[in-house]
C-alpha cells in the first residue's frame, strides 16, 4: 500500500485542522491505521489509531481534541484536530500496521508510512 498524508498548515492556537491519509494499492480497512508525529529534536511520538474494526485510540494529550476517522470508499484515514495548542506543532505521519500483534503505539510495528505533513501551530 501506499499513503499520502495531505492537509498540514499554519494555523493559530485554537484554530483546526483535517489531515487526510489517502491509501492505494489496497483497502485501508485491512490494516490498523495510525497517525504519529514528530517534532524537531523529539522522537516520534503516536497519537491516534483506529482498527480494522473501528475502535480507536488516543495519545492523553490529543484525547478531546483530536478525532481518527475512516472513509473505506475514498480509501482514506482522517485526523480531525480541533482546539489546537503549540505543542501540537509537528511533522505528522500516516502509517498502516499489517499484524495483529504488536504494539499499536510503537512506531516500528508499522510496515508502510507516508510522506509527513508539517502542522505548525502559532501562539
Known amino acids: 500500500v501506499q499513503l499520502q498524508a495531505s492537509g498540514g498548515g499554519l494555523v493559530q492556537t485554537g484554530d483546526s485542522l483535517r489531515l487526510s491519509c489517502a491509501a492505494s494499492?489496497?483497502?485501508?480497512?485491512?490494516?490498523?491505521m495510525g497517525w504519529f508525529r514528530q517534532a524537531p529534536g523529539k522522537e516520534r511520538e503516536f497519537v491516534s489509531t483506529?482498527?480494522?474494526?473501528?475502535?480507536?485510540t488516543y495519545v492523553d494529550s490529543v484525547k478531546g481534541r483530536f478525532t481518527i476517522s475512516r472513509d473505506n470508499a475514498k480509501n482514506t484515514v482522517y485526523l480531525q484536530m480541533d482546539s489546537l495548542k503549540p505543542e501540537d506543532t509537528a511533522v505528522y505521519y500516516c502509517?498502516?500496521?499489517?499484524?495483529?500483534?504488536?504494539?499499536?503505539?510503537?512506531?516500528?510495528?508499522?510496515?508502510?508510512w507516508g510522506q509527513g505533513t508539517q502542522v505548525t501551530v502559532s501562539s
Open positions: 483506529i482498527s480494522r474494526y473501528g475502535g480507536t
Open positions: 502509517a498502516a500496521k499489517t499484524s495483529l500483534v504488536g504494539s499499536f503505539w510503537e512506531s516500528g510495528r508499522y510496515d508502510h
Open positions: 494499492g489496497r483497502s485501508v480497512s485491512t490494516y490498523r
